[in-house]
């Protein structure tokens, strides 16, 4: 699914204008798909009441020109809550309709909002700025104190902010979004992504060509997708056809990082695996998986490794298709004084992770110089570090954080963890939506590491392994929550669920 924002809306719908689509004719559209689904609904919880609430804008008339094709069938009240529309497309829409009751005094929107079970929230739209009125608020409070109502939110749920995904406490908790013409962005970041339910697209009359015009284009992670960029395995496979993982991991302090992540990526299905560690944590790993390979580094005194280890790994290096570092590494000037040599000399594509990225967070013009393309792994306070700004500048607007970052790096390719995982090269992006809360624990990150250096060095290109790899991360996650709960699940469970989302895969 496209993701727009919506300034990038309002050029398509312009375009499409220009195209001969009139406005009024999109938002013919836009009523016709709205009313679809609300009939749907009704007819499935079996309604025959359906009550609107409109603002005095173009949101509105959507509104109105659904509830005239719906008041054949359902008895429809339309609550003017900002007043009359203001609007010419608007206003025509509403001049349509028949058999409807239209309220305006905001009492009696409160006693109907009590008294309905469905509920459209058609107010604000994509443009809305600011914060929601108190008389708004009361409203929206007294239908979310009802779990058992079904509210529909047309294009946004009204006070959601259409590119960042913010939104009031307030905002509806809707089961159903009806979008046009394209999805926006904000409906599937946090917090308003989890205010939307399921989200369906209606399609106004946009033609193909507009879409060509995006010059950063976002879509959504889905299922589907996946499916299309992951590749079967052939019946007379073997197993130098799946790739050569060397991963660099590890330190006698925090082995468990560098297990998480070799578990992980051993259950990808990589060909050969190569761990490359401290003593101590090349044994502990064998121990636990026999399939791996090992290659035993000396560190120093702390365990962790240094620039000594960088022939032995350039070597090992030759014959892997890709390369993983930085999962329970440490941190010392050593270690940095080693990954930055090595990246420009790895010929292979690269996965770098957890210490990696906080090491060279200062020599950030090393990624210019590596020989082919480097998939970062950042959480957001990793990703404030690269970006020199704060955690809180980078959750505000996630999507435009990430492509600042690879429009500046054009060799990589960003995967920004967290809840709406964002995966960015320097020409599109894509916003990954399962997962959950459970995952907020610390190895959860050297899993997805794992997944998607395995995916990686199995030849599949690097974006297209980083958009797997996430949804299969955040799926296998889902997975282990249903099982465990969200409180009680541990990474080591997300790995475990691994197998289970790749069987329904492929």
């Known amino acids: 699914m496209r993701l727009v924002t919506p300034l990038e809306m309002m050029k398509l719908e312009e375009q499409t ?185 209606a ?65 990808c299905g990589v060909g050969l695996y190569t761990l490359a560690s401290e003593p101590d944590v090349c044994r502990l790993l064998i121990s636990h998986n026999p399939e791996a390979m090992i290659l035993p580094l000396n560190g120093d005194y702390n365990g962790m490794l240094t620039q000594q280890a960088v022939p032995a790994i350039l070597e090992a290096a030759k014959t892997a298709t890709c390369v993983l570092m930085g999962c329970g590494l440490g941190q010392s000037d050593a270690l940095r004084e080693m990954i930055t040599a090595l990246i420009p000399q790895i010929e292979c594509p690269m996965v770098l992770d957890a210490d990696a990225l906080n090491v060279i967070c200062n020599r950030l013009d090393v990624l210019n110089r590596a020989k082919s393309t480097i998939i970062l792994t950042p959480h957001p306070g990793e990703m404030s570090r690269l970006l020199h700004c704060s955690t809180e500048e980078i959750q505000m607007d996630r999507v435009s954080a990430a492509k600042r970052f690879v429009i500046r790096y054009p060799k990589t390719i960003l995967v920004l963890k967290g809840a709406g995982t964002i995966v960015a090269s320097s020409e599109r992006a894509s916003i990954n939506t399962n997962g959950n809360s459970g995952m907020s624990k610390g190895g959860s990150g050297d899993v997805l590491a794992g997944i998607i250096a395995s995916l990686t060095a199995q030849h ?47």
């Open 460 to 506: 599949i290109e690097p974006n297209a392994a980083a958009q797997i790899g996430v949804y299969v991360h955040g799926l296998a996650g889902d997975c282990a929550a249903a099982e465990f709960s969200k409180r009680s699940m541990l990474p080591s469970d997300i790995i475990n669920q691994i197998p289970l989302v790749f069987a329904n895969l492929e």
């Open 203 to 267: 399609k106004i009359g946009i033609p193909e060509a507009a879409f060509g015009e995006l010059t950063y284009p976002v879509k959504h992670i889905s299922s589907d997708s996946v499916k299309e960029m992951l590749p079967p395995r052939p019946l007379n496979a073997h197993k130098g056809m799946f790739g050569k993982l060397l991963t660099i991991a590890g330190s006698r302090n925090m082995p468990g990082a560098a297990i998480l992540a070799s578990q992980a990526a051993l259950r």
């Open 17 to 201: 204008n220009q195209a001969g689509i009139s406005y009024l004719q999109m938002m013919e559209s836009a009523g016709k798909g709205l009313a679809e689904h609300i009939a749907r609904i009704a007819l499935q919880e079996k309604i025959t009441e359906v009550m609107f609430l409109c603002g005095n804008g173009n949101n509105g008339g959507d509104c109105y020109a659904a509830a005239a094709l719906l008041s054949r069938k359902l008895k429809i009240t339309i609550c003017l809550v900002n007043g009359m529309p203001k609007t010419r497309t608007a206003y025509s829409q509403f001049k349509k309709m028949k058999q409807v009751t239209v309220e305006s005094d905001p009492e009696k929107i409160l006693q109907l909002a009590a008294d309905h079970k469905m509920i459209v929230d058609g107010i604000f739209g994509i443009g809305f700025r600011g914060e929601l009125s108190s008389q708004i608020k009361q409203l929206f409070d007294v239908i979310n104190a009802d779990p058992n109502k079904i509210c529909v939110a047309v294009d946004i749920p009204s006070g959601g902010n259409g590119l960042t995904g913010s939104a009031s406490d307030s905002v509806l908790r809707c089961t159903a979004t009806i979008t046009f013409g394209a999805a926006k962005m904000g409906l599937f970041l946090p917090p308003l992504s989890e205010k939307c339910g399921a989200i369906f697209l």
